[in-house]
């Protein structure tokens, strides 16, 4: 009872740069975030219908902007391993969805921490025909070697794993950045306090770690040093020890209010 729209760039393959995402078959022709807000818009508005009306402009415009730096980094960094040396091939892309359906489906994917479990409690909605989970959820995977791998090289995966998920951590701050651009490093920052404002989900899973943040969309940050706290408050998904990931998934949820307002771009 949803709907899902698949983007994956696959190396050597006929169309491996996807016109929603690249304005040219070139790996230095990712769309530029006006740009890809609007290939983002149309992908939304076929997912989501007429729920899309209540997705803020900001939050589209945060999400052109983290897009857009996310596939800069792809193809500056996902291309070669942490030792920079080519892979023989790579994958990246987008998984975008629409779910309205019964929250029961999803009960067992929050309970790994308390923290979770109060967000799903909250943003589940009570129907005629029982509790549903109304939102849009969007996915962006590469098969690189990892956030920290290609900030840090593979030495981050070589100590502890508090000293990696305090790096991973670090690479999510404001104008951290890993590509020779100016101007980069606001990705994670500019879909961060979107998703605060609009009480939304995110996840990242690479390396040895899959760490989350949520906000019940009313912090009242009371100076900036909160505001940047609070964004990042990233915590374990589980208690679990994981495997040394390939790539990276960063999965965000942005749960669907009847009451929220309409896009400010239309």
Do not use: A, Y
């Given at each position: 009872k949803g709907r899902v729209i698949d983007l994956c760039c696959i190396s050597g393959a006929k169309r491996q740069y996807l016109a929603p995402l690249f304005s040219s078959r070139d790996p230095n022709s990712v769309k530029d975030s006006s740009e890809m807000s609007k290939s983002l818009i149309e992908i939304f508005k076929e997912i989501g219908r007429e729920d899309f009306y209540n997705l803020?402009?900001?939050?589209?415009?945060?999400?052109?902007?983290?897009?857009?730096?996310?596939?800069?980094?792809?193809?500056?960094?996902a291309r070669k391993d942490e030792n920079g040396m080519p892979y023989p091939s790579h994958v990246e892309g987008i998984i975008s969805s629409y779910v309205n359906s019964n929250a029961e489906l999803y009960k067992s994917d929050?309970?790994?921490?308390?923290?979770l479990k109060e967000y799903y409690e909250s943003k589940?909605?009570?129907?005629?025909?029982?509790?549903?989970?109304?939102?849009?959820?969007?996915?962006?995977?590469?098969?690189?070697?990892?956030?920290?791998?290609r900030a840090f090289g593979k030495k981050s995966y070589e100590?502890?794993?508090?000293?990696?998920?305090?790096?991973?951590?670090?690479?999510?701050?404001?104008?951290?950045?890993?590509?020779n651009q100016s101007g980069a490093g606001n990705g994670y920052p500019t879909i961060l306090n979107q998703l605060r404002k609009v009480g939304g989900l995110i996840r990242i899973r690479t390396g040895r770690h899959c760490i989350f943040n949520c906000f019940s969309g009313n912090e009242l940050a009371s100076n900036i040093d909160e505001k940047d706290a609070e964004l990042l408050n990233f915590e374990s998904w589980s208690e679990e020890d994981l495997a040394l990931a390939a790539g990276t998934v960063v999965s965000i949820l942005v749960p669907l209010r009847k009451e929220s307002g309409q896009s400010s771009l239309f």
């Open positions: 803020e402009g900001e939050l589209l415009k945060g999400f052109g902007v983290f897009t857009c730096e996310l596939f800069k980094n792809t193809q500056e960094h929050f309970i790994s921490n308390p923290r589940i909605e009570l129907k005629s025909n029982g509790e549903k989970l109304h939102c849009i959820q969007i996915s962006f995977f590469d098969t690189g070697p990892g956030i920290t791998g100590g502890s794993l508090s000293d990696e998920k305090e790096d991973l951590i670090s690479c999510l701050q404001k104008n951290f950045t890993s590509k």
